[in-house]
């Protein structure tokens, strides 16, 4: 399988730079704006329910810089998935119900996805008229790519942010249990984006509302 680093040398190779420059734009928006931001987003949900871990670890930042990972970013440019670092919180430190107050925190990083696609989409419907390709390709991009990234996380799956919120609602036994299975969490995803769920989960609502966007 391979990711865009490798449709960058392909497209590179026969001289299709236009599809190099879409592809290097694609990744750029997800390293520097999309993973960023869930991250913040985290961060700063963490830090007004009353957790300041983030902030004095540095995290409460749109620095891309502060929150991208080394290997999941090498593996998401070699393979096309991969990850940010995580958001560290201290449920403890947070106000109220801890359960709550930390599916709160998990749902503001896709609901900043979704915040940043919408946006994305204002700007597509505002400079299209103006035949400006490139800027309405990478806003193409980027509406698709936080959608994704949004209900990607959703899916209520350890470690994403969706079993988080779903421990929220379920009873401390069955909390108990997707802590167990989080160590298997990476292969569940794996096994799951090769069947239909990924597609009904994922795919299929972020390109509805990426239609609904871009028309």
Same mark, same amino acid.
């Given at each position: 399988?391979?990711?865009?680093?490798?449709?960058?040398?392909?497209?590179?190779?026969?001289?299709?730079?236009?599809?190099?420059?879409?592809?290097?734009?694609?990744?750029?928006?997800?390293?520097?704006?999309?993973?960023?931001?869930?991250?913040?987003?985290?961060?700063?949900?963490? =830090?007004?329910?009353?957790?300041?871990?983030?902030?004095?670890?540095?995290?409460?930042?749109?620095?891309?810089?502060?929150?991208?990972?080394?290997?999941?970013?090498?593996?998401?440019?070699?393979?096309?998935?991969?990850?940010?670092?995580?958001?560290?919180? =201290?449920?403890?430190?947070?106000?109220? =119900?801890?359960?709550?107050?930390?599916?709160?925190?998990?749902?503001?990083?896709?609901?900043? =996805?979704?915040?940043?696609?919408?946006?994305?989409?204002?700007?597509?419907?505002?400079?299209?008229?103006?035949?400006?390709?490139?800027?309405?390709?990478?806003?193409?991009?980027?509406?698709?790519?936080?959608?994704?990234?949004?209900?990607?996380?959703?899916?209520?799956?350890?470690?994403?942010?969706?079993?988080?919120?779903?421990?929220?609602?379920?009873?401390?036994?069955?909390?108990?249990?997707?802590?167990?299975?989080?160590?298997?969490?990476?292969?569940?995803?794996?096994?799951?984006?090769?069947?239909?769920?990924?597609?009904?989960?994922?795919?299929?609502?972020?390109?509805?509302?990426?239609?609904?966007?871009?028309?």
């Amino acid at each position: 399988m391979g990711g865009p680093i490798f449709d960058l040398i392909d497209a590179i190779a026969k001289g299709d730079f236009e599809r190099a420059a879409a592809t290097i734009g694609a990744m750029a928006v997800l390293l520097f704006i999309c993973f960023p931001v869930h991250e913040y987003a985290h961060a700063w949900a963490a =830090n007004k329910l009353g957790d300041d871990t983030a902030e004095r670890l540095g995290r409460l930042s749109i620095n891309p810089f502060v929150h991208l990972d080394l290997v999941g970013s090498l593996l998401l440019l070699a393979f096309g998935f991969g990850w940010a670092k995580p958001v560290p919180v =201290n449920t403890y430190r947070l106000n109220g =119900n801890p359960k709550v107050a930390f599916a709160l925190v998990a749902l503001a990083g896709p609901v900043s =996805n979704i915040l940043l696609a919408v946006g994305f989409g204002f700007i597509y419907q505002a400079v299209k008229a103006y035949d400006i390709i490139l800027l309405e390709y990478l806003c193409i991009i980027a509406v698709q790519i936080n959608l994704f990234l949004a209900f990607f996380n959703l899916i209520p799956v350890p470690p994403l942010d969706g079993s988080r919120i779903l421990a929220a609602v379920l009873p401390d036994s069955m909390g108990d249990i997707l802590h167990q299975i989080e160590r298997y969490g990476f292969l569940i995803l794996i096994l799951a984006m090769n069947t239909g769920i990924f597609s009904g989960l994922v795919a299929a609502p972020a390109r509805a509302i990426a239609r609904l966007l871009l028309s």
